[in-house]
């Protein structure tokens, strides 16, 4: 048995880091560990143009602690309004994808699309230059249920969108499903995924049988144990479209533990280490440097990390809450002993 994992340094290619007071928190919570992040735009006014995205990015280097050397990867939150010369404007200036929300669908996605075919002109700009479209893959129709969003995403909305537009390359983050782990490993190598933490460690029985635990309500929601088994079988297969996005997403405790609780996991405090007890575990810690430092970079077309990051099998405890800007927060697996530590980076 290893009891020491060097890996190139990983990244993070989905990550919520918020604004204001909170950022010298979250910010670090990911530095301490990752070399770069996809920021996630879903700021309320969202991230909607070059403009937002500088300012945004200078905010979050302010937050960064002194030695780091972390680097923020903006990207664009698609409106209605966003117009092609907006999207040739960042690509020049180095953004590398545009978000798709879905009005409604998750968190601070009320300023998302209501249709896709409303921003066909800008996918068709996106295609040409080479900007990714990244999408938080749910239907919002108040007739589908909560657990089949992410399937009927695939059929209504991400397929029709992949045959009119062949050459555009997309993330499906986040995904939760078979459906989406099936859909992703038989299509081109244009479409990637990200998986969290959450969903490969937990499934919806963890959430909801033996009281409700509404630090494991995310979106897209936690499905039934088969779902769970096939994104865990996607690490597995070592398909290199599969990459690490934690999807940390922030809430103060408060927001979580309400009447009307928030939908989000905060696990960048224990990140590459959620992953490494789940990789060990699945039998294929040897393959956690490929999904958590090579695959997303690769799909991305940006070069890998040249440094490195070393874990070693010490258990620890997460804490059971942190400090979140003038608040506090409890982590994914909070209280939990975890096996694999962070040791050093280099
Ligand atoms: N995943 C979540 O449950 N929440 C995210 C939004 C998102 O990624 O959908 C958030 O911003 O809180
Ligand atoms: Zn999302
Ligand atoms: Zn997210």
Redesign the pocket.
């Known amino acids: 048995m290893t009891d020491t994992l060097t890996l190139t340094r990983p990244d993070d290619w989905?990550l919520?880091l918020r604004d204001g007071d909170v950022l010298g928190d979250t910010v670090a919570a990911s530095a301490r560990c990752f070399g770069r992040a996809i920021i996630?735009p879903?700021l309320v006014p969202p991230v909607a143009d070059l403009a937002a995205a500088n300012a945004y990015r200078q905010r979050i280097e302010r937050a960064m602690p002194a030695d780091s050397a972390f680097t923020p990867l903006m990207t664009l939150y698609l409106t209605g309004e966003t117009t092609p010369a907006q999207i040739r404007e960042a690509h020049k200036a180095g953004v590398l994808a545009a978000k798709l929300?879905p009005a409604g669908?998750?968190?601070?996605?009320a300023s998302g699309v209501r249709d896709i075919r409303e921003i066909d002109s800008v996918l068709e700009t996106m295609s040409e230059c080479g900007m990714l479209l990244l999408v938080?893959g749910e239907v919002t129709d108040s007739d589908i249920d909560i657990f089949d969003r992410e399937k009927i995403f695939l059929e209504r909305v991400l397929e029709p969108t992949r045959q009119r537009f062949p050459n555009l390359k997309i993330v499906l983050?986040?995904i939760t499903t078979a459906d989406s782990a099936r859909y992703v490993r038989e299509s081109t190598e244009n479409l990637g995924a990200t998986i969290t933490p959450q969903h490969l460690i937990f499934n919806r029985n963890d959430m909801l049988v033996g009281g409700m635990r509404p630090h494991l309500?995310?979106?897209?929601i936690l499905k039934r144990n088969t779902h769970q088994q096939a994104l865990r079988d996607a690490v597995v297969s070592g398909d290199s479209r599969f990459f690490l996005g934690t999807?940390s997403?922030p809430?103060d405790r408060t927001k979580k533990e309400s009447a009307c609780g928030?939908?989000?996991?905060f696990s960048a405090p224990a990140a590459i280490e959620l992953y490494a007890d789940v990789f060990e575990e699945l039998g294929v810690l040897n393959q956690l440097e490929a999904f958590a430092a090579f695959n997303g970079a690769d799909f991305y077309g940006q070069p890998r990390n040249t440094d490195t990051i070393t874990l070693v099998r010490k258990p620890w405890t997460v804490p059971e809450t942190l400090p979140l800007g003038s608040g506090e927060i409890r982590p994914l697996r909070a209280g939990e002993t975890l096996n694999w530590q962070l040791a050093r980076t280099d």
């Open positions: 989905h919520h996630m879903n929300y669908a998750t968190t601070n996605s938080h983050e986040h309500y995310c979106l897209p999807d997403a809430h928030c939908a989000g996991c």
